[in-house]
Protein backbone atom coordinates (compact mmCIF):
# COMPACT_ATOMS: atom_id res chain seq x y z
CA UNK A 1 0.00 0.00 0.00
CA UNK A 2 1.47 3.28 -1.00
CA UNK A 3 0.90 6.08 1.16
CA UNK A 4 0.50 10.14 0.16
CA UNK A 5 -0.14 12.89 1.74
CA UNK A 6 -1.06 15.23 -0.81
CA UNK A 7 -3.50 14.70 -4.26
CA UNK A 8 -2.07 13.26 -6.98
CA UNK A 9 -3.12 12.27 -10.46
CA UNK A 10 -4.65 8.48 -10.18
CA UNK A 11 -7.20 7.71 -12.11
CA UNK A 12 -10.20 4.71 -12.36
CA UNK A 13 -9.71 4.10 -8.55
CA UNK A 14 -12.13 2.65 -6.53
CA UNK A 15 -12.63 4.85 -3.89
CA UNK A 16 -13.44 4.42 0.26
CA UNK A 17 -13.74 7.49 2.06
CA UNK A 18 -13.83 8.43 5.72
CA UNK A 19 -12.12 9.08 8.70
CA UNK A 20 -11.98 5.41 9.74
CA UNK A 21 -10.59 5.86 13.31
CA UNK A 22 -10.72 1.83 14.77
CA UNK A 23 -10.98 0.44 11.54
CA UNK A 24 -14.23 -1.60 13.14
CA UNK A 25 -16.59 -3.49 11.16
CA UNK A 26 -18.39 -0.73 10.20
CA UNK A 27 -15.55 0.74 8.72
CA UNK A 28 -14.32 -2.46 7.02
CA UNK A 29 -17.63 -3.27 5.42
CA UNK A 30 -17.25 0.35 3.53
CA UNK A 31 -13.26 -0.44 2.45
CA UNK A 32 -14.27 -4.19 1.37
CA UNK A 33 -16.51 -2.80 -0.75
CA UNK A 34 -13.95 -0.43 -2.79
CA UNK A 35 -11.63 -3.09 -2.72
CA UNK A 36 -13.72 -5.67 -4.36
CA UNK A 37 -15.12 -3.57 -7.08
CA UNK A 38 -11.89 -3.20 -8.26
CA UNK A 39 -10.94 -6.73 -8.20
CA UNK A 40 -14.01 -7.17 -10.29
CA UNK A 41 -12.84 -4.55 -12.92
CA UNK A 42 -9.42 -5.00 -12.98
CA UNK A 43 -8.53 -1.69 -10.79
CA UNK A 44 -7.40 -0.15 -8.29
CA UNK A 45 -8.84 0.43 -4.91
CA UNK A 46 -7.76 4.17 -2.56
CA UNK A 47 -9.06 5.18 0.58
CA UNK A 48 -9.24 9.10 1.11
CA UNK A 49 -8.97 10.49 4.53
CA UNK A 50 -7.37 12.57 6.64
CA UNK A 51 -4.44 12.60 9.15
CA UNK A 52 -6.26 14.16 11.69
CA UNK A 53 -9.75 13.69 13.30
CA UNK A 54 -12.03 16.68 11.77
CA UNK A 55 -12.54 17.89 15.62
CA UNK A 56 -8.97 18.75 15.54
CA UNK A 57 -9.07 21.10 12.79
CA UNK A 58 -12.73 22.39 12.99
CA UNK A 59 -12.84 22.66 17.32
CA UNK A 60 -9.01 22.94 17.83
CA UNK A 61 -9.76 19.52 20.27
CA UNK A 62 -8.10 16.23 19.52
CA UNK A 63 -10.43 12.72 20.51
CA UNK A 64 -8.40 10.54 21.60
CA UNK A 65 -8.14 7.86 19.50
CA UNK A 66 -8.82 3.69 19.38
CA UNK A 67 -5.37 2.80 17.04
CA UNK A 68 -2.35 4.57 16.58
CA UNK A 69 -1.88 6.42 13.31
CA UNK A 70 0.56 3.57 12.68
CA UNK A 71 -2.04 0.56 13.43
CA UNK A 72 -4.70 2.42 11.41
CA UNK A 73 -2.45 1.91 8.25
CA UNK A 74 -1.48 -1.65 9.07
CA UNK A 75 -5.78 -2.17 9.54
CA UNK A 76 -6.12 -0.31 6.35
CA UNK A 77 -3.14 -2.14 4.48
CA UNK A 78 -5.13 -5.43 5.96
CA UNK A 79 -8.26 -5.33 3.74
CA UNK A 80 -6.11 -4.89 0.73
CA UNK A 81 -6.17 -1.28 -0.66
CA UNK A 82 -3.65 -0.12 -2.81
CA UNK A 83 -3.27 3.66 -2.04
CA UNK A 84 -4.03 5.90 1.19
CA UNK A 85 -4.49 9.49 0.88
CA UNK A 86 -4.03 11.07 4.31
CA UNK A 87 -4.99 14.20 3.34
CA UNK A 88 -5.19 17.80 5.63
CA UNK A 89 -8.34 19.96 5.97
CA UNK A 90 -6.42 22.93 5.71
CA UNK A 91 -6.09 21.87 1.80
CA UNK A 92 -10.08 21.31 1.24
CA UNK A 93 -11.84 22.78 4.80
CA UNK A 94 -13.33 25.59 2.07
CA UNK A 95 -14.84 23.88 -0.56
CA UNK A 96 -18.54 22.89 -0.59
CA UNK A 97 -19.59 19.47 -1.81
CA UNK A 98 -19.53 20.25 -5.58
CA UNK A 99 -16.24 21.87 -5.70
CA UNK A 100 -14.77 18.42 -3.21
CA UNK A 101 -16.31 16.11 -5.45
CA UNK A 102 -15.86 17.17 -9.03
CA UNK A 103 -12.06 19.68 -8.39
CA UNK A 104 -10.62 16.55 -5.89
CA UNK A 105 -12.56 13.28 -6.40
CA UNK A 106 -13.60 13.36 -10.20
CA UNK A 107 -10.43 15.49 -11.30
CA UNK A 108 -7.57 13.85 -10.06
CA UNK A 109 -9.11 10.02 -9.41
CA UNK A 110 -11.67 9.50 -12.20
CA UNK A 111 -13.28 7.33 -9.86
CA UNK A 112 -15.22 4.44 -10.94
CA UNK A 113 -16.53 3.35 -7.69
CA UNK A 114 -17.38 5.63 -4.17
CA UNK A 115 -18.05 3.67 -1.28
CA UNK A 116 -19.45 5.22 2.23
CA UNK A 117 -20.92 4.59 5.13
CA UNK A 118 -24.61 5.15 5.95
CA UNK A 119 -23.64 8.95 7.87
CA UNK A 120 -20.77 10.09 5.98
CA UNK A 121 -20.92 13.97 5.16
CA UNK A 122 -18.27 16.29 3.45
CA UNK A 123 -17.43 19.75 2.33
CA UNK A 124 -18.36 23.28 4.27
CA UNK A 125 -20.56 23.17 6.55
CA UNK A 126 -21.59 19.05 5.48
CA UNK A 127 -23.13 20.43 2.56
CA UNK A 128 -22.64 16.96 1.01
CA UNK A 129 -23.75 13.57 2.09
CA UNK A 130 -25.20 10.50 0.51
CA UNK A 131 -28.00 11.65 -1.28
CA UNK A 132 -25.78 13.96 -3.18
CA UNK A 133 -23.33 10.92 -4.32
CA UNK A 134 -26.08 8.91 -5.09
CA UNK A 135 -27.82 11.84 -7.46
CA UNK A 136 -24.10 12.90 -8.77
CA UNK A 137 -22.90 9.27 -9.81
CA UNK A 138 -24.99 9.23 -13.05
CA UNK A 139 -23.33 12.40 -13.99
CA UNK A 140 -19.66 11.54 -13.43
CA UNK A 141 -20.29 7.68 -14.53
CA UNK A 142 -19.11 5.92 -11.24
CA UNK A 143 -20.93 3.41 -9.44
CA UNK A 144 -21.73 4.88 -5.32
CA UNK A 145 -21.86 2.09 -2.59
CA UNK A 146 -23.69 3.29 0.77
CA UNK A 147 -22.75 0.47 3.54
CA UNK A 148 -25.88 0.44 6.21
CA UNK A 149 -24.80 0.42 9.63
CA UNK A 150 -23.48 -2.38 11.15
CA UNK A 151 -25.42 -3.52 14.63
CA UNK A 152 -24.47 -5.57 17.60
CA UNK A 153 -27.65 -6.40 20.08
CA UNK A 154 -29.55 -3.26 18.05
CA UNK A 155 -26.69 -1.08 18.84
CA UNK A 156 -24.75 0.88 15.55
CA UNK A 157 -21.49 0.13 15.68
CA UNK A 158 -19.39 3.30 15.77
CA UNK A 159 -15.98 5.06 16.79
CA UNK A 160 -17.64 6.88 19.33
CA UNK A 161 -19.89 3.95 20.87
CA UNK A 162 -16.47 2.07 20.94
CA UNK A 163 -14.25 4.90 22.64
CA UNK A 164 -17.66 5.08 25.58
CA UNK A 165 -16.71 0.86 26.08
CA UNK A 166 -13.49 1.42 26.31
CA UNK A 167 -13.03 4.61 28.80
CA UNK A 168 -16.10 2.56 31.14
CA UNK A 169 -13.24 -0.76 30.92
CA UNK A 170 -15.90 -2.80 28.96
CA UNK A 171 -12.92 -3.93 26.76
CA UNK A 172 -15.01 -7.20 25.98
CA UNK A 173 -18.27 -5.41 24.39
CA UNK A 174 -15.61 -2.73 22.32
CA UNK A 175 -13.47 -6.15 20.76
CA UNK A 176 -17.06 -7.32 19.25
CA UNK A 177 -17.62 -4.05 17.52
CA UNK A 178 -14.00 -3.65 16.58
CA UNK A 179 -13.40 -6.92 14.95
CA UNK A 180 -10.00 -7.24 16.74
CA UNK A 181 -8.84 -6.73 20.25
CA UNK A 182 -8.19 -3.62 21.59
CA UNK A 183 -4.42 -3.69 21.17
CA UNK A 184 -1.31 -1.29 22.23
CA UNK A 185 2.34 -2.00 20.96
CA UNK A 186 5.56 -0.40 21.72
CA UNK A 187 9.27 -1.25 22.90
CA UNK A 188 9.78 -2.99 25.88
CA UNK A 189 10.94 -0.13 28.90
CA UNK A 190 13.29 -0.77 31.95
CA UNK A 191 11.15 -0.31 34.87
CA UNK A 192 11.88 -0.12 38.31
CA UNK A 193 12.06 -3.51 38.93
CA UNK A 194 9.62 -3.86 41.25
CA UNK A 195 7.51 -6.43 39.78
CA UNK A 196 10.92 -8.84 39.98
CA UNK A 197 11.59 -7.33 43.33
CA UNK A 198 7.78 -9.39 44.24
CA UNK A 199 8.16 -12.28 42.22
CA UNK A 200 6.38 -11.39 38.99
CA UNK A 201 8.46 -9.63 36.65
CA UNK A 202 6.72 -7.41 34.13
CA UNK A 203 7.15 -6.06 30.62
CA UNK A 204 7.18 -2.64 30.84
CA UNK A 205 5.56 -0.05 27.99
CA UNK A 206 4.32 3.79 27.21
CA UNK A 207 0.45 3.87 26.77
CA UNK A 208 -0.01 5.93 23.46
CA UNK A 209 -0.90 9.41 24.88
CA UNK A 210 -2.93 9.67 21.89
CA UNK A 211 -5.00 6.49 22.75
CA UNK A 212 -8.12 6.70 24.47
CA UNK A 213 -7.31 5.71 28.27
CA UNK A 214 -9.11 2.57 30.15
CA UNK A 215 -9.83 2.98 33.75
CA UNK A 216 -6.68 2.13 35.50
CA UNK A 217 -6.97 -1.31 36.60
CA UNK A 218 -5.74 -4.96 35.46
CA UNK A 219 -6.19 -6.80 32.87
CA UNK A 220 -6.34 -10.32 31.06
CA UNK A 221 -4.39 -9.87 28.09
CA UNK A 222 -2.49 -11.31 24.95
CA UNK A 223 0.89 -10.46 24.25
CA UNK A 224 2.27 -11.24 20.73
CA UNK A 225 6.17 -11.31 20.84
CA UNK A 226 7.50 -12.70 17.43
CA UNK A 227 4.51 -13.71 15.93
CA UNK A 228 3.57 -16.11 19.11
CA UNK A 229 0.95 -15.10 21.48
CA UNK A 230 1.52 -15.41 25.64
CA UNK A 231 -1.43 -14.98 28.02
CA UNK A 232 -0.94 -12.83 30.61
CA UNK A 233 -2.07 -9.93 32.70
CA UNK A 234 -1.85 -6.06 32.36
CA UNK A 235 -2.13 -3.58 34.79
CA UNK A 236 -2.29 0.09 33.41
CA UNK A 237 -2.17 2.58 36.28
CA UNK A 238 -0.13 4.17 38.98
CA UNK A 239 0.75 1.18 40.88
CA UNK A 240 -0.67 2.62 44.61
CA UNK A 241 1.09 -0.27 46.64
CA UNK A 242 4.70 -0.14 45.54
CA UNK A 243 5.33 3.36 44.04
CA UNK A 244 4.79 6.86 44.87
CA UNK A 245 5.20 8.32 41.59
CA UNK A 246 1.70 9.35 39.60
CA UNK A 247 2.59 8.73 36.07
CA UNK A 248 0.92 5.57 34.27
CA UNK A 249 2.73 2.61 33.32
CA UNK A 250 1.42 -0.48 31.32
CA UNK A 251 3.10 -3.71 33.02
CA UNK A 252 2.43 -6.95 31.73
CA UNK A 253 3.19 -10.28 33.52
CA UNK A 254 3.37 -12.64 30.68
CA UNK A 255 2.78 -16.53 31.73
CA UNK A 256 5.42 -19.39 30.77
CA UNK A 257 7.73 -16.51 29.53
CA UNK A 258 11.23 -15.65 30.97
CA UNK A 259 13.34 -14.26 28.26
CA UNK A 260 15.13 -10.80 28.27
CA UNK A 261 12.89 -8.63 25.62
CA UNK A 262 14.18 -5.05 26.91
CA UNK A 263 13.96 -3.24 23.66
CA UNK A 264 12.12 -4.99 21.76
CA UNK A 265 8.84 -4.17 19.99
CA UNK A 266 5.61 -6.27 21.62
CA UNK A 267 2.13 -6.08 21.40
CA UNK A 268 -0.40 -6.10 24.15
CA UNK A 269 -4.08 -7.06 22.99
CA UNK A 270 -6.57 -6.22 25.93
CA UNK A 271 -9.38 -9.04 26.50
CA UNK A 272 -11.23 -8.01 29.57
CA UNK A 273 -10.95 -5.58 32.67
CA UNK A 274 -10.34 -8.15 35.36
CA UNK A 275 -10.84 -5.80 38.75
CA UNK A 276 -10.33 -1.89 38.98
CA UNK A 277 -6.59 -0.85 40.49
CA UNK A 278 -6.07 -0.54 44.62
CA UNK A 279 -3.80 0.33 46.75
CA UNK A 280 -3.13 -2.45 49.29
CA UNK A 281 -2.23 -2.68 53.15
CA UNK A 282 0.48 -4.74 52.22
CA UNK A 283 3.13 -6.42 49.70
CA UNK A 284 1.59 -9.64 50.56
CA UNK A 285 -1.92 -8.80 50.32
CA UNK A 286 -0.38 -7.51 46.44
CA UNK A 287 1.15 -10.66 45.81
CA UNK A 288 -1.63 -12.78 47.28
CA UNK A 289 -4.38 -10.71 44.64
CA UNK A 290 -1.70 -11.17 41.54
CA UNK A 291 -2.17 -14.97 42.12
CA UNK A 292 -6.17 -14.80 42.37
CA UNK A 293 -5.82 -12.56 38.81
CA UNK A 294 -3.86 -14.92 36.83
CA UNK A 295 -5.63 -17.94 38.39
CA UNK A 296 -9.12 -15.94 37.10
CA UNK A 297 -7.97 -15.64 33.51
Known sequence: MKIYSKINENPDLSLALGYFDGVHRGHRKVIKKAVDYAKIQGKKSAVITFKDHPCCFFYNVCPKYILTRDERRNKIEELGIDFLYELSFDDIYKLNAREYLEDILIKNFSPIAISTGFNHHFGCKKSGDTEFLQQMSAVHNYIYFMSEPEKIKGEIISSTAIRNLLSEGNIEEANKML???????????????????????????????????????????????????????????????????????????ILDFDKNIYGQKIRVEFLKMIRHEKKFSSIEELKNQIKDDINSI
Open 179 to 253: GYNFVIEGNVEYGEQLGRQIGFRTANLLYPPELIELPFGVYATNTIINGKSYKGITNFGIRPTVSTANHCTVETH
